[in-house]
């Protein structure tokens, strides 16, 4: 059983930075893909960025593009979210997954439980 757990989520102001990390126990997700979504209030959860295993490969949705960054470290078995110029319309909870392609959420295989991300303006 592969347990992830999202850290880092905040409040934080609008312009601002924020880096989330995503720790994977129970097993090495060899070759698993690992990804973030996030689901606004109201809203349905939305594919924000995915990174392949090594690293290599890295597929963002379009409103977060040159803004965020995915990496992971596969030695710390853990998955990262830099975010930058950081709006109103990214406050949501960011959720870490593991699988894919394609990166939408019934191919997701792991789900951790969210962050909460408040962007204030």
């Known amino acids: 059983q592969v347990q992830l757990v999202e850290s880092g989520g905040g409040l934080v102001q609008a312009g601002g930075s924020l880096r989330l990390s995503c720790a994977a126990s129970?097993?090495?997700?060899?070759?698993?893909?690992m990804d973030w979504f996030r689901q606004a209030p109201g809203k349905e959860r939305e594919f924000v960025a995915a990174v392949s295993w090594g690293g290599s490969s890295t597929a963002y949705a379009d409103s977060v593009k040159g803004r965020f960054t995915i990496s992971r470290d596969n030695a710390k078995n853990t998955a990262y979210l830099q975010m930058s110029s950081l709006n109103s319309e990214d406050t949501a909870v960011y959720y870490c997954?593991?699988?894919?392609?394609?990166?939408?959420?019934?191919?997701?295989?792991?789900w951790g439980k969210g962050t909460l991300v408040t962007v204030s303006s």
């Open positions: 129970g097993r090495t997700l060899s070759k698993y893909y």
């Open positions: 997954a593991a699988g894919g392609p394609p990166f939408a959420m019934v191919h997701m295989d792991y």
